[in-house]
């Protein structure tokens, strides 16, 4: 991806899947923002990041300053821009929209993710994303924030055989006019099919992406304990505090569903939280009215 603009480039502009010869962890680097270098090129410029893997931990780390490293969870897309704590701006680079969509698979169940990025040159009001299963027509299956650029389908898993999928995304301007789409991306050759969770024989912990997500008002979340044991399920606001406890109870091995009505929550991001013994896991979801 090239940047049109005077911002030094001291690596290309892409999108990224970052792996080692140690472990099959991996992670996907989002470098599409072309603010994010330093533009007055010297001698003495300050590091804009650090990523390092510990062979030890098997775990990947990002650092904006010596020693101040985070954590990146296996499978994660990291955005340039929550390092270096701004928003995107993708204005600079040519033909951005027409090649921005990119499909990987999800951080967790093996969902279709979708990655994009802003609309350049105009504000937006959301994100609309379309799907067209095998010879079917495409439809408008979920819409996202005016800063929001990722959706995962929860609705089918990816495998090596089903049917393929095409999705395309277009944004909502101010203006409430639909832009045109980005690029195509597909399934073909991977194949999906739709979700199935086994009632039996559960083999590990587990937390589900909540389904659907964007969600108004109510949502389904879905774990996995393969003991007997105390479990705690709560959701959580941005700013860390307690929204609602869905599950605080001892529960026999097994899947579980819960559902989640937040009517009469604000529209927004919240997280929600599973803890049973030694297993914390933490996801986000959106609720749009």
């Not at 204005?91 to 969902?111: A, K, M, R, Y």
């Not at 109870?249 to 559902?259: D, L, P, R």
Request: glycine share 4%; proline share 4%; with cysteine.
């Amino acid at each position: 991806m090239e940047n049109t603009n005077n911002y030094f480039d001291p690596i290309a502009h892409g999108f990224y899947k970052m792996t080692n010869s140690y472990s099959n962890i991996y992670f996907y680097l989002n470098l599409r923002d072309c603010k994010w270098a330093n533009q007055d090129y010297s001698p003495n410029y300050n590091t804009d990041f650090i990523i390092k893997y510990d062979a030890q931990a098997d775990q990947f780390y990002y650092a904006n300053a010596i020693d101040n490293y985070v954590s990146i969870p296996s499978k994660y897309v990291l955005n340039i821009w929550e390092i270096k704590s701004g928003n995107p701006v993708f204005t600079c680079f040519e033909d951005f929209w027409e090649n921005c969509l990119v499909l990987i698979p999800s951080q967790t169940g093996n969902h279709p993710q979708l990655v994009w990025g802003p609309y350049p040159n105009e504000a937006i009001d959301s994100s609309k994303i379309y799907r067209k299963v095998a010879g079917g027509n495409y439809t408008h299956i979920a819409s996202t924030t005016n800063n929001v650029f990722e959706y995962v389908d929860d609705e089918y898993n990816i495998s090596p055989t089903g049917a393929s999928l095409n999705y395309y995304v277009t944004a909502i301007l101010i203006s409430e006019s639909e832009t045109s789409s980005t690029n195509v991306v597909t399934t073909q050759g991977t194949g999906l099919e739709k979700e199935f969770i086994e009632s039996q024989n559960v083999n590990d912990f587990a937390l589900q992406q909540n389904y659907p997500n964007p969600f108004n008002p109510t949502t389904n979340i879905q774990y996995s304990i393969p003991t007997d044991g105390l479990v705690s399920l709560k959701v959580y606001d941005l700013l860390g505090r307690e929204v609602v406890t869905l599950v605080n109870e001892s529960k026999t091995a097994g899947n579980y569903t819960v559902n989640f009505d937040a009517s009469t929550l604000a529209s927004g991001t919240y997280i929600y939280q599973l803890r049973t013994g030694e297993f914390l896991s933490t996801k986000k979801m959106l609720m749009i009215k």
